[in-house]
Structure formats: structure tokens, C-alpha cells
């Protein structure tokens, strides 16, 4: 949207006073196009993210639904190229930090396949998006986190959770194969004995389990969170950003390396949304039941 927009030239209204950007009073047009998600600027280059809007549903949890799905993914190309953002903080709004796939999308990518392919790119672009954004990014997590924002939750650089967060990775209870951020960095995070136990069973963790086995950074109580995230946001946007920016390309080679796991897992997943199994998933989901699987499998 930068290059779009021509917020990187001297014409673009961004203000070039420092003590305008320091203040976080910086231009916010090139942000200007996202409804699903809330961008403000807090002071000293911190940019403020919350999942919210158009993708809230009626629980008051960020539901992914398509317009959700596609600002997720595009916004961290933005927000590498924003000249006042130093540290990205993204967050929930209401009961959660995120309430997974919009069931609506989900059945539209079982039954069409452009919509399966444009989601396929999406939830790639989302993953490498992330990875590849220079600036450090900080998640906090609170009540369930599940779906396209858990992605961005668990891949931000510093990744905050309440202690009784809950955090799910649904995709087996779908139907489909875990397949978006899962393969690429859970068994690198927590160890892939402790990925395969989740992930096959999708068995929820808690924030202070998932601090415990080293899936997230850090656990706090609830009334905490946002206070420690902004904590940590300050704190990187007072570094050195190009230390900062630098170490995080080289840790991030850890990720890069796993890019066949991914590309071959995400590849599985979207294979799946084309059989039986994700039917059922999705009565099952709508019917507020346990799925009924088929025993058998193709292989």
C-alpha cells in the first residue's frame, strides 16, 4: 500500500518534523484501506494493531473471515515500509485474541476452488510476510487464539500471552491437515514431541503452559498483558533499530530454512479442503458436535 499510496516520497503528508513522529502523530493513510483491523500509533514509533472491525462476530471474538484473512496477510509489507513505525504490537479486541476461520470462508474454499487458491496465496503471504517484515513485531494474546491470527501470534518475534489464554490449533479438527504456521514453527518453538501432541489432537494450551514448554515468550496474568507488551514495544522501538532489525533477519533464517515444510504442509492443508473429511468438519462445527469421521484414508 506504501508504493501505492507514494507515502515514502517528500509529498506524501507524512510529517518529516521528528517531534511529530516522536509523539506517534505520524501519518496513518497508507493504513487507511483496513477495516478488519484497527491501526493507531502510540509514541516513540510503536504501531498499534488490533483485530477487530469487520471481522469481529457476534461473540465479540476477531472471527477470520475473508477481509480478515487478506489485511492479515498484507499488512506487515506495510508495515515494513513505514518510515515511523519501529515495533508493531498486535492484539485482540473483547473476549479473544482470535476466534479462528469463518465458517462461511471455510465453506467457500471447500467448494470453490478460486477461493481455495486466492486463500492458499494468502495464508502463504502471511506466514513469509511475517518472517520477513523487518521490524520487530509483538503479540499479545488473550482468551482464545486460534486461526490466521494465531499465525501472526506465535511467529511475532516476542509473543506475550495471558496465563489463561487459550491457545488451539483446530485445523485436524477440521479436517485438513495442520498446514499454515504450524510446521514451520512449532517443533522449533516447543519441540516436535510436544507439536505432535498438540497439533494431532488439537488439544488447547494454556498461555502459562505454553510459556512453560517454550511456545510463547512470556505468560502474565490477564490485567497485565497489554501493560507488558507495550513494556517490551517500548523497549525495542529505544534499541538500536538496526541490531535489532539485523538480529531478527538472522534468527529468522531458522524459519526461512523450514520453507519446504511449510510450502509442503500448507500444500497438504489445501489438498485437504477438497475432500470428505472437511465436509464433516464443518457440519460438525455448525451442528456444535463432535466430528464423525471417516475411518478410512486414501493413503
Known sequence: MFARAGLATLDSGVSTDPRTRELGMADLAAYGGYEALKVTRRAHGVLDIVMSGEGAN???LATANARMHR????????VDRDPDTRVAVIRGEGKGFSAGGDLALVEAMADDFDVRARVWREARDLVYNVINCSKPIVS???GPAVGAGL???????????A???RIIDGHTRLGVAAGDHAAIVWPLLCGMAKAKY????????SGAEAERIGLVSLAVEPDALLPKAYEVAERLAHGSQSAIRWTKYALNNWLRSAGPTFDSSLALEFMGFSGPDVQEGIRSLRER???D????APF
Not at 498438540?198 to 494450551?205: A, G, M, S
Open 58 to 60: 457476534r461473540s465479540g
Open 71 to 78: 489485511e492479515l496477510a498484507d499488512i506487515w509489507r506495510d
Open 140 to 142: 499479545a494474546m488473550h
Open 151 to 161: 499465525v501472526a501470534g506465535l511467529l511475532a518475534d516476542i509473543s506475550i500471552a
Open 163 to 165: 496465563n489463561d489464554a
Open 198 to 205: 498438540y497439533l494431532l489432537l488439537c488439544e488447547p494450551v
Open 289 to 291: 458436535r463432535a466430528p
Open 293 to 296: 469421521f471417516s475411518p478410512d
